[in-house]
Nanobody, 125 residues
Framework: VQLVESGGGSVQAGASLKLTCAAS????????MAWFRQVTGKERELVSS???????TYADSVKGRFTIAQDKSKNILYLQMNSLKVEDTAVYYC????????????????????WGQGTQVTVSS
């Protein structure tokens, strides 16, 4: 599976960005997909996830500001980020699980199995 993120950039606080993750290969849709972010020196944080049935989750810090969406026909994952804050600055990664990994584990791994290269989001005050 190849996951390629795009849409990051440098913006001022209050602005919006839309991240896109294009997935190619055998993504196991039943495990869903997700966006994580990481600041250098800190642990990776789950930002948002979407399940195969469309159920979504959000970190408390982004609820009401970020929206995750998926175009299954095109195998694309989105993250609409509004009202950006300085503390949203991070490298954002999309994640998915391959069919092979699912068949090995016989369950969906909580941290998924494959990750993109990340896209930098920088928010200044």
């Amino acid at each position: 599976v190849q996951l390629v993120e795009s849409g990051g950039g440098s913006v001022q606080a209050g602005a919006s960005l839309k991240l896109t993750c294009a997935a190619s290969g055998f993504v196991f849709s039943k495990c869903g997909m997700a966006w994580f972010r990481q600041v250098t020196g800190k642990e990776r944080e789950l930002v948002s996830s979407i399940r195969d049935d469309g159920t979504t989750t959000y970190a408390d810090s982004v609820k009401g500001r970020f929206t995750i969406a998926q175009d299954k026909s095109k195998n694309i994952l989105y993250l609409q980020m509004n009202s950006l804050k300085v503390e949203d600055t991070a490298v954002y990664y999309c994640a998915a699980t391959t069919i092979e990994r699912y068949l090995t584990l016989r369950e969906c791994p909580p941290d998924y199995s494959d990750w993109g290269q990340g896209t930098q989001v920088t928010v200044s005050s």
